[in-house]
């Protein structure tokens, strides 16, 4: 089998950077294309020795004790494979990382194949997933925690504003509401899926963002209704007031015309 191997690199809050390299080694069956992938690696990382690095895969090879079920003495191939991974991390400077539960098994046999080495970057809480079902898929899925101070955004709360803008809806009055809501939201959304074409991810996304939108459209309408009918209620009022204003001062003047 081919090895192959796929790098990206970001950078951590403090603004250094990290390298993160993931590795599907050869076969112990292809020692010399196996060793020449250690070398290359090696080769790139002695040229950043200030970069946090991780690589991390399958490594077809196994630290020191950790295979079982295994006829002793291993094979030339298998022993010759560790021998390999211990030399690069010694070569290189690397921390080697593995879980304590084999993540390769087949059979009465088990190994640490999946690894992880570092360099300038600590990793902790390795775990190995095996829940694949596959006949063919005989490896669990390493994984490990990263300092989430290097990436988590720290939360701040944010300040409170306590000014209802005409986009928002006031949760008082929607509360007070809400069964005209239901009726006027019920008017445009059917409950019932469309038969027309075939629901994928993406529409059934859209369809929903769209409901969302119409739901909120219509508590902020109702919303204003009843705004725009409190303003024509007090205009009206206003009136009434003005003409009943009127009334009175017309009464005082006929009565002192009559005195």
Not at 103 to 114: E, F, I, N, P, T
Not at 195 to 203: L, N, P, R
Request: hydrophobic content about 35%.
């Amino acid at each position: 089998m081919s090895g192959r191997a796929l790098a990206l690199s970001t950078k951590t809050k403090s603004g250094d950077k990290c390298v993160i390299i993931n590795l599907y080694q050869f076969t112990a069956a292809n020692p010399v294309e196996q060793q020449e992938v250690w070398d290359i690696i090696a080769a790139w990382v002695l040229k950043h020795p200030n970069d946090k690095i991780i690589l991390i895969g399958y490594f077809n090879s196994a630290p020191a004790g950790e295979r079982t079920g295994y006829s002793l003495p291993l094979s030339d191939s298998q022993r010759q494979a560790d021998a390999r991974l211990r030399d690069f991390c010694q070569d290189t400077g690397g921390d080697l990382a593995s879980s304590r539960c084999h993540s390769w098994r087949r059979g009465k046999q088990s190994a640490s194949l999946d690894n992880a080495v570092t360099w300038n970057y600590p990793l902790s809480q390795p775990q190995v997933c095996l829940e694949a079902k596959h006949k063919r898929y005989d490896h669990g899925v390493l994984s490990f925690t990263l300092p989430h101070e290097d990436f988590i955004a720290s939360f701040k709360d944010p300040k409170r504003s306590f000014d209802i803008p005409t986009d928002r809806v006031d949760v008082v009055f929607f509360q007070r509401n809400i069964l005209q809501w239901h009726k006027n939201v019920q008017q445009r959304i059917s409950p019932f899926a469309s038969d027309d074409e075939e629901a994928t991810g993406e529409s059934l996304l859209h369809k929903m963002r769209e409901e969302q939108d119409i739901m909120r459209g219509e508590a902020l309408n109702l919303q204003g209704r009843a705004e725009t009918s409190t303003y024509l209620l007090r205009a009206e009022v206003k009136k009434v007031q003005a003409q009943l204003l009127k009334l009175d001062e017309a009464h005082l003047r006929e009565g002192t015309r009559k005195r």
